[in-house]
């Protein structure tokens, strides 16, 4: 079945700092890739997303490239900034499996805390 | 603006008693969905439907009920024979079709039963 396995946090860093968050994925067919953000007592929002092979996700100056020869999609931003502390979830949905509609499988999360 | 209404956002109930959590959208999306989180956990789906009148069981389907009467209306309740009752209930929904994949999520609503 599909998984997704994104890195254990809580990651910690500075303002400012560069943040990498992994995620790998096991999936039959041709999955599209997401990234959702949840801040503290929210649902989640959409925060990038990729369908293909090679493309590249942005969104707030957070970017994520669908890597399909090493199953990944590892979320990145080059300067964090306080208000971007949240959890970051991996998703996918694998669109060959037409009897399962558009289910999504989520990474256990990744809280991200980042300090003045 | 459309978008994706649950109510209450904090909800106390005795153990023993059903208690149903409201799921509204007005996005016009064919599909919706139930999940359940828990403290520092990933996301578990419970229900989810494609369109109206039909739902399936998701991962986690035991000791919830849902019903899909109207596009806009997902309900769930929770009954009394689940075991775990209080976290953290996040409804979904998306267009369903084949080119659009995402979900878009309401802001919860937090289920204590004591």
């Known amino acids: 079945g599909n998984s997704v396995t994104q890195m254990e946090g809580p990651v910690t860093l500075s303002e400012e700092a560069f943040l990498t968050i992994n995620c790998t994925y096991t999936?039959?067919?041709?999955?599209?890739l997401f990234w959702y953000v949840q801040y503290p007592g929210e649902g989640l929002q959409l925060l990038l997303k990729a369908t293909k092979a090679d493309d590249k996700g942005s969104n707030k100056g957070f970017e994520a490239t669908y890597r399909k020869e090493t199953t990944s999609f590892h979320l990145e931003k080059g300067s964090v900034q306080v208000s971007d502390s949240a959890v970051y979830f991996c998703?996918?949905?694998?669109?060959?499996?037409?009897?399962?509609?558009?289910?999504?499988?989520f990474g256990g999360g990744t809280r991200v805390l980042v300090k003045p | 603006d459309g978008g994706i209404t649950q109510s209450p956002k904090y909800l106390f109930r005795k153990e023993g008693q059903n208690v149903t959590l409201s799921c509204e959208q007005n996005l016009n999306h064919d599909a919706m969905y139930w999940y359940r989180q828990d403290p520092g956990q990933g996301l578990r789906l419970i229900y989810y439907s494609q369109i109206v009148n039909d739902f399936q069981k998701g991962d986690i389907a035991e000791g919830y009920s849902v019903s899909r009467e109207k596009k806009e209306s997902f309900p769930l309740t929770v009954t009394s024979a689940q075991k775990n009752p209080t976290a953290f209930y996040l409804c979904a929904s998306s267009a369903g079709t084949e080119t659009s994949y995402e979900q878009y999520f309401g802001p919860g609503t937090r289920l204590t039963v004591t």
């Open positions: 999936a039959t067919g041709y999955p599209s």
């Open positions: 998703a996918l949905s694998d669109a060959m499996i037409k009897a399962a509609g558009n289910k999504l499988t």
